[in-house]
């Protein structure tokens, strides 16, 4: 049993969100302990394809106490992420215990219990930091286990390179799959087909030039009335009538779908292009899988060599917390972003719900909700702990009062 004492916080991922929360507290002078699945922090960035670039501007890719690399330009390489992770994790004045697998979680008095395939650690606080795109979400397709192409997720992507001469379909065109769609309009496939049941709200990586990530602040800053017709409009000047090519939008704008669903903008950085050359080409979901052929919800057939589905994640939070009801039917946490949960005090998550700004300043803001939180409980309970003794101290100093029947 690791019992970690007053004020103690458990922090359950060393991910960006997870080490900025860690880093948080211990500025504040709390004791905080990280654990983490894998054997090293950055894994799944290691993971992502060798061509990945960070598509939020360089000046939103910071964490608490540490500038964001410089060396890239704009956009951040994938190496140059996993550094920036590995220098943030080594400066960190906390311990990580990694390839720690928590396997359940328990209310405790006013703490919690995590048991782990190692131990069990206790705590006044946990932390929840595993992230909202923690397992591949992979549709359980009709027949897709006979399939005779290659079926995989956008997270196992790798290097795009590899699909040069091969027919290849991709499911989903959001920020994931258009992320892939990007790299393959650099290559040279033999087809690229497109499977959405909704298209996604596109945006162009910049705008006469200038990165439009960077007017981040502006967007977050602007109401969804203003922000839904204004995309709308932006990719209509930039990108032209999708609708043409057979992208169609869904019924809701971009920026209700981001603050609403978690659905990020997808990216264009090469993607449109292609699809208005006739080298991608847009068709319906799909149905089934049988043989060599993948079959289409409007009954029509393809022949793909590769199926890419970007069909999103899941959290997996539910064998862990869903006992306690604080995620919704998604697996998502009702209090996303470092808020205080009333109803379960002491439970706290980060890393779950996109913003404007990117997810890097996104785990600055939960972490310094969490912390400030935490040493308001922290100071709190001292308060009560001095003020209790105190009165046990003038308890025991009082003389007892004489009965006063006695003569």
Not at 346 to 374: C, E, H, M, N, Q
Request: proline share 6%; aromatic share 6%; charged share 20%.
């Amino acid at each position: 049993m690791n019992s970690m004492g007053p004020g103690s916080t458990l922090v359950i991922g060393a991910g960006l969100s997870g080490l900025a929360t860690a880093h948080a507290l211990t500025e504040r002078g709390l004791p905080v302990t990280v654990l983490e699945a894998r054997d090293r922090v950055a894994d799944p960035w290691r993971q992502r394809h060798p061509a990945l670039r960070l598509n939020i501007h360089r000046k939103f890719a910071s964490l608490p106490g540490q500038a964001a690399p410089k060396s890239d330009g704009t956009y951040l390489k994938r190496d140059t992420v996993v550094a920036h992770l590995e220098r943030y994790a080594a400066r960190l004045d906390a311990p990580i215990h990694f390839g720690i697998t928590v396997t359940a979680v328990e209310r405790i008095g006013t703490g919690w219990r995590v048991t782990t395939n190692a131990s069990e650690y206790e705590a006044e606080n946990l932390v929840i930091a595993t992230g909202r795109e923690s397992i591949p979400d992979m549709p359980d397709w009709p027949g897709h286990d006979a399939f005779a192409g290659e079926v995989l997720h956008v997270a196992d992507l790798g290097d795009v390179s590899r699909f040069d001469g091969k027919r290849v379909l991709v499911v989903g065109a959001g920020n994931s799959g258009t992320d892939a769609l990007n790299h393959l309009a650099r290559h040279k496939p033999a087809e690229v087909m497109v499977s959405v049941r909704y298209g996604p709200a596109v945006v162009p990586k910049s705008i006469f030039g200038y990165p439009i990530h960077g007017l981040a602040r502006v967007f977050a800053a602007l109401p969804n009335a203003v922000l839904d017709p204004a995309f709308r409009l932006t990719e209509r000047l930039f990108l032209g009538d999708l609708r043409r090519f057979g992208l169609t939008s869904h019924p809701d704008g971009g920026s209700t779908r981001l603050l609403r669903d978690g659905v990020t903008f997808a990216i264009d950085d090469g993607f449109v292009a292609a699809l208005k050359a006739g080298r991608f080409s847009i068709v319906p979901r799909v149905e089934r899988f049988s043989d060599d052929t993948v079959v289409l919800a409007n009954g029509s057939v393809c022949h793909p060599d590769v199926v890419i589905a970007a069909t999103g994640y899941r959290t997996g939070l539910e064998p862990l917390l869903g006992h306690l009801g604080v995620l919704d039917e998604n697996g998502r946490p009702h209090h996303p972003l470092g808020e205080r949960d009333p109803e379960m005090p002491g439970l706290w998550f980060t890393g779950f719900k996109p913003i404007y700004t990117g997810f890097f300043d996104a785990a600055g803001i939960a972490a310094s909700r969490i912390a400030t939180g935490v040493a308001a409980d922290a100071r709190r309970v001292a308060r009560l702990e001095t003020s209790d003794m105190r009165e046990g101290h003038v308890a025991h100093q009082r003389p007892a009062r004489a009965d006063a029947s006695t003569t």
